[in-house]
């Protein structure tokens, strides 16, 4: 018997068997959502040694010539049209005037190909236009965001026949349909898959002539779009109880484009979603026939819903919220570090104050990452990839900064900020937060089920081929192939085992990195340490736990949160580079790692504390995280230096905040930076006269020690801070109810 015969007869056979019991029972549903998208600089994480010329190998992020003009013509037309207090408190909705330039202007189609009457963008493009308009309107983002995200669009370009693209995609890439996506209904929230919305597969005579077709019934919520939407992308259970398409009575989840003008559907009743005045709203259906061909994809993706819903969002949920999250983090940075200027108290800037300082810092540190991740991802995914694991972390960290920074500004501003009305620059997007949060998968949910539940096994190098094995039905085909991976794996794992530990103790230097000088340098071979460390914990997590792990779902999300640490870092380390290494920017950077490596310390720690096999669990500890090494979060020098850049004009300031104060600001955010500017001019006047014990600059003016430009630089720099102080109040009327 040669030995490999004798491996796979002693060794392979019984862990096949064993593996095969442990392994957790993947549903349909499941399976298929770890089957959508793939993979990409996630799974060189998880390899545990990252190779640092295929991260080099993705291009910047740019845009072409037209995406540019596009930019700079209608996008900033659009903005000078929002008066987001009128839309939010007067309208509820765009005006008419917007409605038909976002329908005129291609808006609707930034990912419908050219060929089909679309705008045909990168998903860089697409992002930028999406970030621009968020920080004027979270309620035309969202209008915009919907159909260029999952939904009728994607769907049709993703899986639709010829005949329905060509005759769906013109329509809505000039706005002649307005399309919504309806999964939701109230007995299936997360759990769509729940849904108990059915189609049946029946015939049906229309105008004199038998047709086969869907009779459908459904109840749908929150579906954005949805009052004002012509076309319905549905989402429902397939029935086919005279088997007249197959021979499965539950064919699955399916997908139909349903016109909404059709008899017995019910639609147009809006919800008030945190009093964003998007349309968003209920529909039901009864008895609606549809003809077999509304089907996406038509007969042949009868019962493939659910799978081409997944494949459409690992793309669309790595675009649309990162966007609006990166922008706001920026707008956050800046209008806080700017008000933080213009505002004095006791005596001082309130930016001088450490309290505020470790505010504006982290505020500074968050934009710097949210922006370097957006564009890290969107420059992948216009390589072509659709990484499922990528896009779940993004859109789970990217909004989750975004509360971060945007309650952080909110503290900053206080009063300022409390008090809505027209110039109030942060309210409208304080409450739009949780819907960010709650919408393409909750974050609680994605972060403890999603990241590491299906990113394990998703992005692990030998993972998935061992599962597909393991739930091979014919069994003598899945124990070869089995055979062929497992010792792979085995060497695989104790190399990185034997990795992790070195770098650990010998504080990553002799770690692969793509420079060797700086400080970068030593961030990239921390980096490439952890990511070792990384994957023997889950290695040893999933061996431990097996199916079991499905049901930790906080050790789950802890090794989810150390992975997407790992990918965000990356993010910076490549904007750092791409950006030509500015000296200036170096703070953010830092903070950005320590911050980092700090919190995936606390993660694994957090992991092994509560790890089942508690004598593994010390040795780890200890092998991991030895105790002279441990990392420390940023220092308060540090997070001041960051908050620094927020509070004076600089190149470094404008390459971190100025992509959203030099495009498409509100009059209340110009007056704010003309406030700062003028504050930020007249600084080494006010320092002379502090130092001359020259308290009030009219005196100073009167006695000669000023000259007139000076004083009147001071006294329009007193008007603009005043007006930037200033807040709105209303007569006492006007919150009586109007008639209707
Ligand atoms: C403004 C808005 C717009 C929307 N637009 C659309 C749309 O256009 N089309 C559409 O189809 N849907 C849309 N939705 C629906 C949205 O996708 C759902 O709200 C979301 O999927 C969550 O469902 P739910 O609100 O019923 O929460 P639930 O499913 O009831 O969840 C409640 C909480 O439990 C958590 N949770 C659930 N399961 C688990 C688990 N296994 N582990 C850990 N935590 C868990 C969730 O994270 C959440 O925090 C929209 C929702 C809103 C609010």
Excluded at 97 to 112: P, R, T, Y
Excluded at 696 to 701: G, L, N, P, Y
Aim: hydrophobic fraction near 45%.
């Amino acid at each position: 018997m040669d030995w490999r015969a004798w491996r796979r007869q002693w060794l392979t056979e019984p862990l096949y068997r064993k593996a095969g019991a442990a392994m957790p029972r993947l549903s349909a549903t499941e399976q298929e959502a770890i089957d959508a998208g793939d993979v990409w600089w996630d799974a060189q994480l998880f390899s545990g040694q990252p190779d640092w010329q295929a991260f080099f190998a993705t291009p910047p992020a740019a845009l072409t010539a037209q995406e540019q003009a596009f930019l700079d013509g209608p996008v900033a037309q659009l903005c000078a049209m929002l008066d987001d207090w009128d839309i939010s408190w007067n309208r509820y909705d765009l005006p008419p005037q917007v409605w038909s330039f976002l329908k005129d202007n291609g808006f609707f189609g930034m990912i419908i190909p050219r060929q089909y009457s679309g705008l045909g963008f990168s998903a860089y493009a697409h992002s930028e236009v999406v970030s621009r308009i968020s920080v004027r309107s979270v309620t035309c983002a969202v209008t915009v965001m919907v159909p260029n995200s999952l939904g009728p669009g994607e769907l049709l370009l993703q899986f639709g026949t010829q005949e329905q693209r060509d005759y769906w995609l013109p329509r809505l890439a000039q706005g002649q349909e307005i399309p919504s996506f309806g999964l939701t209904s109230p007995e299936a929230g997360s759990d769509a898959a729940a849904m108990t919305d059915t189609g049946v597969v029946c015939k049906q005579m229309v105008d004199g002539v038998e047709e086969l077709g869907i009779r459908l019934n459904w109840g749908k919520r929150y579906i954005t779009l949805s009052p004002v939407a012509t076309v319905l992308g549905l989402a429902f259970k397939l029935l086919d109880p005279d088997h007249l398409i197959g021979s499965d009575t539950e064919v699955g989840i399916s997908v139909a484009l349903v016109p909404t003008n059709l008899p017995g559907i019910t639609i147009g009743r809006r919800h008030l979603p945190s009093m964003q005045a998007f349309q968003n709203g209920p529909n039901q259906g009864k008895d609606v026939f549809v003809p077999i061909n509304a089907l996406i994809g038509g007969v042949e993706k009868a019962g493939q819903g659910w799978a081409m819903l997944m494949s459409a969002l690992a793309a669309g949920r790595g675009i649309s919220l990162p966007s609006l999250s990166s922008a706001a983090c920026m707008f956050a940075a800046h209008t806080a570090g700017a008000y933080a200027r213009v505002r004095t108290q006791f005596g001082i800037p309130i930016g001088k104050f450490e309290g505020i300082q470790e505010k504006l810092g982290r505020m500074a540190a968050n934009a710097y990452l949210v922006e370097a991740a957006r564009r890290f991802t969107c420059a992948g995914l216009d390589q072509g990839y659709k990484p499922s694991v990528v896009s779940a972390i993004m859109k789970l960290h990217a909004t989750e900064r975004m509360r971060q920074s945007i309650n952080d500004a909110m503290d900053v501003h206080a009063g300022k900020a409390v008090i809505d009305g027209p110039s109030n620059y942060l309210g409208g997007l304080y409450r739009a937060l949780p819907v960010g949060i709650t919408v393409e998968g909750a974050n609680i949910l994605t972060r403890n089920l999603i990241v590491f539940g299906q990113g394990a096994i998703r992005a692990h190098p030998y993972l998935m081929q061992e599962v597909t094995a393991l739930g091979n039905s014919d069994q003598e085909a899945g124990e070869a192939a089995f055979d062929a991976v497992i010792w792979k794996h085995l060497g695989h794992s104790t190399k990185n085992a034997l990795r992790a530990i070195g770098h650990a103790w010998t504080k990553a230097v002799f770690a692969k990195s793509p420079v060797q000088a700086g400080l970068a340098g030593v961030y990239y071979r921390r980096l490439g340490r952890y990511a070792a460390a990384f994957s023997l914990v889950s290695e040893l997590t999933l061996l431990t736990l097996g199916g079991s792990l499905k049901r930790r779902e906080m050790l789950s999300a802890r090794l989810g949160d150390v992975l997407a640490e790992l990918f965000l870092l990356s993010a910076v380390l490549k904007r750092w580079h791409d950006e030509g290494q500015h000296e200036s920017d170096l703070p953010l950077v830092r903070w950005c790692a320590e911050q980092s490596f700090f919190t995936i310390e606390r993660r694994l720690n957090d992991v092994l504390f509560n790890f089942p096999a508690r004598g593994l669990a010390i040795v780890l500890r200890f092998l991991l995280q030895p105790p002279a090494m441990k990392a420390k979060p940023p220092s308060d020098q540090l997070t001041a230096m960051c908050a620094d850049i927020l509070l004076e004009p600089s190149e470094s300031r404008d390459r971190l905040v100025g992509a959203v104060w030099t495009t498409c600001n509100s009059a209340s955010v110009e007056q704010l930076e003309y406030a700062f500017e003028q504050v930020a001019q007249a600084q080494p006047i006010l320092d002379r006269l502090k130092h001359g014990g020259l308290k009030d600059w009219r005196v100073a003016h009167a006695k000669g020690a000023l000259t007139d430009a000076q004083a009147q630089l001071l006294e329009r720099m007193q008007a603009a801070v005043a007006a930037v102080v200033n807040v709105d109040d209303f007569a006492p009327d006007a919150f009586a109810r109007k008639p209707a």
